[in-house]
């Protein structure tokens, strides 16, 4: 059977998984970072082409300053201290959304990962930082408009294709931990025929066991992108 070349997760409920174990909210997203170790791994293994994950919105600035701060901190020490490791594991490394506002030393590590990991083939790894749907789609307009391009020569490919990250292929599997069902603006315009997952599990109790019986149960699945199987259907 054929397996997804894109899966995509929202990791959602770090905080309340922490608040359930009596610990801080910044423990619950400790432990986030160890469980996407995981996936990762096991993604790779699977032989899944794409990984990409939301990791920090475009709404989180809204968080308690002291959350926010501890998870730019976090996320930047993460990637200073995983990078030679995913290297290691053949893995390339993008990190999408916008990036201009971050603080410094977090776009140098950024820039440090994604130059290091380039050329890697193994999975790539996208992950979603400061990041918006909307935003994206907004940000691909004014580029239309700064550039000159003219209307008649918009297209579904050229939108695709000047995105924030124009190697991200259509997601076909959509993860959100947390009990949740919303998109919560993420990847908008790659997830158009996304199968959909929603997990009641918090983000630090998903497993690799987890993961791996949704890609069977995705092989299961029939995918129709809007057409029907046989004629009269």
């Given amino acids: 059977m054929i397996k997804p070349s894109h899966i995509a997760i929202i990791m959602d409920g770090n905080g309340r998984w922490a608040k359930k174990q009596g610990l801080a909210r910044r423990e619950g997203h400790k432990k986030g970072v160890s469980v996407l170790k995981d996936i990762v791994k096991v993604a790779a293994k699977n032989k899944i082409k794409t990984l990409s994950v939301y990791a920090f919105s475009t709404e989180n600035w809204s968080r308690p300053e002291f959350e926010v701060n501890f998870l730019l901190k976090l996320f930047s020490e993460t990637l200073n201290k995983e990078m030679e490791s995913l290297h290691k594991q053949n893995v390339k490394v993008d990190i999408i959304g916008r990036k201009n506002n971050l603080p410094s030393s977090l776009q140098d590590n950024i820039r440090k990962i994604e130059k290091l990991t380039k050329n890697n083939s193994e999975l790539n790894l996208n992950i979603a930082f400061n990041y918006g749907g909307r935003a994206e789609i907004v940000d691909t307009c004014k580029k239309f408009i700064a550039e000159g391009i003219r209307k008649e020569n918009i297209s579904e490919k050229l939108i695709s294709n000047n995105l924030y990250n124009n190697n991200i292929s259509d997601i076909e599997i959509l993860i959100r931990t947390g009990g949740d069902r919303r998109i919560s603006n993420f990847l908008l315009w790659e997830i158009a025929y996304a199968e959909l997952y929603f997990i009641e599990k918090y983000w630090p109790e ?28």
């Fill in 206 to 233: 998903f497993t690799t066991d987890d993961f791996e019986l949704i890609i069977k149960d995705f092989q299961k699945r029939e995918r129709r992108f809007g057409g029907l199987k046989e004629a009269g259907e």
